[in-house]
């Protein structure tokens, strides 16, 4: 397959999914929204990853980039492409698909657990539940006709699948230069004293949860593209 991945910032990557993607012989190609960035051709688009990324996506007059992106993933939505979305990722495609997305009522940063809700077959071999990584603020509302697939105790809405799009809002793809990167380019979002926001020696001391997202995000994966 020919896998085209759309990057927000220079910090945020796609860790496991890259991995996998090479493992299973895939073309796995960036596009970086912070440099000259250039969509393909939506025949040529046969997956389209979108990563997260500290901006909203209601902030179109601060990122010009926002606007034209979401044309692009609408055209590949209504040409029922593969389409994994993770954090940011998934806002956007909540948004284009009749969803919306508000500020949850509280932020969560940090490992905290997800629950599944679902038996679809793209779920195949997953734990019931897990603990996983969070970093956001905003969360977005299910879209008509998709299926909520997890939640956690501080966001009722955690991930849903849309025919062939799978949406999850916390980060399953993370290896430890991942994680340590988030941490460092974001560290002024760790508020202390917070219910959900782990400081950095509580995420950092926690290594272990990552492989354990790294094999449930390559079962995802291999399932949805069976």
Do not use: R
């Amino acid at each position: 397959m020919k896998i085209y991945c759309i990057k927000h910032v220079f910090f945020e990557n796609p860790g496991i999914i890259e991995d996998w993607a090479k493992e299973n012989n895939h073309e796995f190609i960036f596009i970086k929204m912070y440099e000259n960035y250039k969509f393909p051709n939506i025949d040529n688009v046969d997956m389209l990853v979108i990563l997260g990324g500290p901006m909203n996506i209601y902030e179109e007059e601060k990122y010009s980039f926002l606007k034209e992106e979401k044309e692009f993933i609408q055209k590949v939505i209504k040409a029922n492409k593969k389409i994994l979305g993770i954090c940011l990722g998934a806002q956007l495609l909540s948004d284009l698909l009749g969803g919306k997305v508000v500020k949850n009522k509280e932020k969560e940063i940090g490992w905290f657990n997800v629950k599944k809700l679902s038996n679809h077959k793209f779920l195949n071999n997953i734990p019931n539940e897990f603990k996983t990584m969070h970093w956001h603020g905003d969360k977005f509302i299910i879209p008509n006709k998709a299926e909520k697939i997890f939640e956690s105790k501080a966001c009722d809405n955690q991930g849903f699948i849309y025919n062939n799009i799978i949406a999850l809002q916390f980060h399953l793809e993370m290896k430890e230069e991942n994680l340590k990167s988030m941490v460092e380019n974001c560290a002024d979002e760790l508020i202390e004293n917070k219910n959900y926001i782990q400081s950095k020696e509580e995420m950092l001391i926690q290594k272990e949860n990552l492989e354990i997202n790294n094999k449930i995000m390559q079962t995802i994966l291999d399932n949805f593209t069976k």
